[in-house]
């Protein structure tokens, strides 16, 4: 006669009202992590399926710089005039953290609501913590207008709880390292292939110089799927001048971009490219803005980028000078827009 295992103990990270919540829900299922989309797929069919009304989904996954792409991400989209959704893990000191709805975090009063409706939904039926903080963020999400929505892998990729979003606008593979190999593999071939996962039928793929192992794996992916990858190096260039200054290029066009305030011009190009993915595949993504109402969002120009008072960081260090190279950009985009000398995306 086998017995179950004891529930793994809830991670001291997760206090107060919220942590309360999530004690309850990790005393159903003995294990932290669990890799599989099963249970997920069960509550949010209960729930609705709220995965399937959010704005158009940028899904990012990767080893390193997962956390500083969805930051940049989030201050370039704001500084355009975009609102922005954006789902990141883990938290530096609250659960709050996690989730910005339309740019602002999450209130403590709405999270909890949040998760004691999804307790209730979900009864005694198993669930891990993860699932359930996603679920959250999906709920949150659909519930409140935006632009964009960025999603932040937690672990891996093929079997992570965000990986139930069936279409997102546009994907990004940061760069792949050994990582977590107790769930993803031993080698960078199988690591890659996890995190490859995300990638789905015809949806744009955005891939950072990769180790020629892992990035010969998600090509295969992306060949596999049909599914229109940039990558770092190759597609997509961006080119310093002895002055700073950038030119960055894509398939799409070029841009000439002033010097930025980190050096950081391959990271820079791979999330401008993301961006510039969406505005062209916007006819195929309308963006929920409220209840039964829906619009065309999209850069279909770089003119159309606007300044705005919030491009600020996500989390994370040197968030005031990618702030401040966002404005930067922006005053430089409009510039060149009202001069004529830019070049459109579409």
């Not at 932290?32 to 995965?51: A, M, Q, V, Y």
């Not at 229109?228 to 030119?247: F, K, N, S, V, Y």
């Not at 209840?291 to 606007?306: D, Q």
Request: proline content about 6%; glycine content about 8%.
């Amino acid at each position: 006669m086998t017995t179950q295992a004891p529930p793994a103990k809830l991670s001291d990270e997760y206090e107060g009202r919220t942590g309360a919540v999530l004690a309850r829900v990790q005393a159903l299922y003995p294990k932290l992590i669990d890799l599989s989309l099963d249970r997920l797929h069960t509550l949010l069919g209960k729930l609705g399926n709220p995965e399937r009304a959010l704005p158009p989904v940028i899904h990012v996954a990767g080893t390193n710089g997962k956390g500083s792409t969805c930051a940049t991400l989030r201050a370039i989209a704001e500084a355009a005039g975009w609102s922005v959704h954006v789902m990141t893990s883990p938290h530096l000191v609250d659960v709050t953290e996690r989730f910005r709805i339309a740019g602002q975090l999450v209130s403590e009063d709405a999270l909890v609501a949040t998760l004691e409706e999804i307790e209730r939904v979900n009864g005694d039926a198993p669930i891990t913590v993860f699932e359930v903080l996603t679920a959250a963020g999906f709920l949150l999400f659909s519930r409140n207008a935006a632009d964009l929505a960025i999603l932040e892998v937690g672990l891996g990729g093929r079997l992570d709880a965000t990986n139930v979003v069936e279409r997102p606008a546009a994907c990004v593979i940061t760069p792949v390292d050994l990582d977590h190999q107790a769930f993803l593999g031993d080698t960078l071939a199988v690591i890659a292939a996890e995190k490859a996962g995300i990638i789905k039928q015809g949806v744009p793929v955005v891939c950072a110089p990769q180790n020629e192992a892992a990035l010969a794996v998600i090509e295969a992916r992306a060949a596999a799927c049909e599914a229109p990858l940039w990558r770092l190096g190759q597609e997509i260039g961006c080119d310093r001048h002895a002055d700073g200054t950038l030119d960055y290029q894509d398939p799409l066009g070029v841009l000439a971009l002033p010097a930025p305030g980190l050096k950081a011009r391959i990271r820079l190009a791979m999330r401008l490219s993301l961006l510039r993915r969406c505005a062209r595949a916007d006819c195929l993504y309308p963006t929920r803005r409220g209840p039964g109402s829906f619009r065309l969002s999209g850069l279909r120009a770089c003119s159309a980028l606007k300044a705005s008072s919030r491009p600020s960081c996500q989390r994370g260090g040197n968030s005031g000078s990618t702030a401040d190279i966002t404005r930067t950009q922006v005053r430089h985009l409009q510039s060149l827009s009202r001069h004529g000398r830019i070049v459109p995306c579409m």
